[in-house]
């Protein structure tokens, strides 16, 4: 079973940057879709980006388009999550996942991932 661990996250202040790494043991990331979720203290966690198992698709968050980056580095075995220009309401638990039946496309719907890593923590504040 492929196992997920998130790295990267920390203390930065509003309009700064940080990236996230999420790197697979137990199977290659490409295996299958990989999707970045967050949860903010007292609220349900969201789909914040994805990229699916070939890299050729990817999706964000209207909340977090034009200042958060998805990649991955097969030869690595890790995808990473680039943010930018973070806000406030960035501040929360950074989870990555992976959806074994998306090859081609990704989705950001919570359901559709089986295993999960056990999330970074990411505060934005000044």
């Known amino acids: 079973q492929l196992h997920l661990v998130e790295s990267g996250g920390g203390l930065v202040q509003p309009g700064g940057s940080l990236t996230l790494s999420c790197v697979a043991s137990g199977g290659a990331v490409d295996y299958g879709a990989i999707g970045w979720f967050r949860q903010a203290p007292g609220k349900e966690r969201e789909g914040v980006s994805c990229?699916?198992?070939?890299?050729?698709?990817?999706d964000y968050a209207d909340s977090v388009k034009d200042r958060f980056t998805i990649s991955r580095d097969n030869a690595k075995n890790t995808v990473f999550l680039e943010m930018k220009s973070l806000e406030h309401e960035d501040t929360g638990v950074y989870y990555c996942a992976v959806d074994r039946d998306r090859w081609r496309s990704c989705s950001l719907t919570e359901r559709h991932y089986q295993s999960w890593g056990q999330g970074t923590q990411v505060t934005v504040s000044s």
């Open positions: 990229i699916s198992g070939s890299g050729r698709s990817t």
